[in-house]
């Protein structure tokens, strides 16, 4: 009968392994706004006052998608830039619904926020018959 010889299985050896360090994250500049207009129109028109807020970049560009908290005495809400491009990127707006208060504007990293923004035609300065106000902002941003 025929014998075997024994196999030898070579040891595993150990490669070494390199360590890459992983970059720790940064946090991305956030651009910082500044309201840099602000004008009222008065109209005779019937319906709600308005606010139309422009949100710029340091260019001068509309920039879509910043949030924009507009508050009162009793509540506040928020809406987004960017859903009427057709007008501009940076562009929102929001209906006064509460004809007797006053409004307030601010943005993320807001430097001063809009304030004493009247919904009420006369208390905003508006001539004799007016109806409605809109306020038109435009905040524009630079990089921190």
């Known amino acids: 009968m025929p014998t075997s010889s024994p196999t030898v299985t070579p040891s595993a050896t150990a490669t070494p392994v390199l360590a890459t360090a992983t970059p720790a994250a940064t946090a991305t500049s956030q651009p910082s706004f500044k309201l840099t207009d602000r004008h009222r129109f008065c109209s005779d028109a019937a319906g709600p006052g308005k606010i139309e807020v422009f949100v710029q970049d340091a260019l001068g560009r509309g920039v879509a998608g910043v949030k924009i908290v507009v508050a009162w005495p009793d509540g506040e809400e928020a809406f987004f830039t960017g859903l009427k491009p057709e007008r501009d990127p940076g562009y929102a707006d929001y209906d006064l619904r ?30 004799a018959g007016s109806r409605a106000v809109v306020w038109q902002l435009t905040f524009a941003g630079n990089q921190r």
């Open 98 to 127: 509460q004809p007797w208060q006053d409004y307030s504007v601010s943005l993320p990293h807001v430097e001063q926020p809009a304030s004493d923004l009247a919904a009420d035609p006369e208390k905003a300065g508006c001539p």
